[in-house]
């Protein structure tokens, strides 16, 4: 569970709590709820996000949700570690050891990229099936991640349309002076949850999927860089130096330390 990201939306409901409570005390949370706004809002925002989407795309997005709770994200310190490993053992071994290091990996993407340097894969056919397969992996995510921009636009959107409605019925409802106040805050509820909607859950939904993305194909791509390195048979030390150009100077340090370095 990313912790980050559990505590981003609960502290953001606290503080929208915590305005409701210092602005009318507890009596006044039936001011904010109303069905037919959360209906127009919620229900055509989500009506036009799928309207956007394929069906597959648009099942396939709300279930990204749990993408952006995940804490399974690899750290990209780890994967060049386990490429020094590999690159230790086909140093001492030669290539067709890396197989039986092989099976205890659990990434598919380096267990597939080591049995394709161990099958004796063209260097470049090997980096254009990796980098083909990194390809369709952004694609797959782009899609997820659209899917929440998109509702993160619509949600807006559909609240002022809401509001709009609302003020509509009102404007033809005047006769009673004293219902104008109500009628004009229960209109702008819809823009509330369209606001909610749009910077409370799919902004940060969208934003920390694109962040483990980046941190994914960070991970792929140094994962390509060291197979195809220990394919030219490198020595480990210089392949350590070369991935650790893939991290921020304050992190490379970290990287030695755990690897203990690369063999002479």
């Known amino acids: ?29 039936k ?33 990204g949700i749990k993408i952006a709770f995940k804490g399974e994200v690899k750290d990209p310190g780890e994967s060049i570690a386990s490429i020094i490993d590999l690159a230790n053992v086909g140093r001492k071994e030669g290539l067709l050891a890396l197989e039986e ?18 099958d004796g894969t063209d260097p470049d056919l090997v980096r254009g099936i990796l980098e083909t397969e990194l390809m369709c992996l952004e694609d797959r995510h782009k899609k997820v991640i659209g899917f929440w921009e998109k509702w993160a636009e619509l949600g807006p959107a559909w609240g002022m349309i809401g509001t709009l409605v609302g003020l509509v019925i009102m404007l033809y409802n005047m ?74 100077p304050s992190a490379r340090d970290a990287v030695g330390a755990d690897t203990g370095g690369g063999e002479e």
């Open 101 to 118: 290091a092989a099976n205890n990996i659990e990434d598919d993407f380096l267990k597939k990229g080591i049995m394709l340097v161990v």
């Open 175 to 248: 006769e009673d002076a004293s219902s104008i106040g109500p009628a004009m805050a229960v209109a702008l509820l819809t823009t509330l949850y369209g606001s909610l909607v749009a910077n409370w859950l799919c902004n940060p939904i969208a934003s920390k999927m694109k962040v483990n993305n980046e941190m994914e194909v960070t991970i792929k791509n140094i994962t390509i860089e060291g197979l195809l390195s220990i394919q030219a048979g490198e020595n480990p030390r210089v392949i350590e130096e070369k991935l650790k150009s893939f991290l921020a």
């Open 1 to 29: 569970m990313d912790i980050a990201s559990l505590a981003g939306i609960v502290l953001g409901l606290v503080m929208v709590v915590f305005g409701i409570i210092s602005g009318g005390g507890p009596a006044a949370f």
């Open 31 to 63: 001011y904010f709820l109303d069905l037919p706004s959360v209906i127009i809002t919620i229900g055509g925002s989500v009506s036009g996000t799928l309207a956007c989407h394929k069906l597959s795309d648009f099942i396939n997005g709300l279930k």
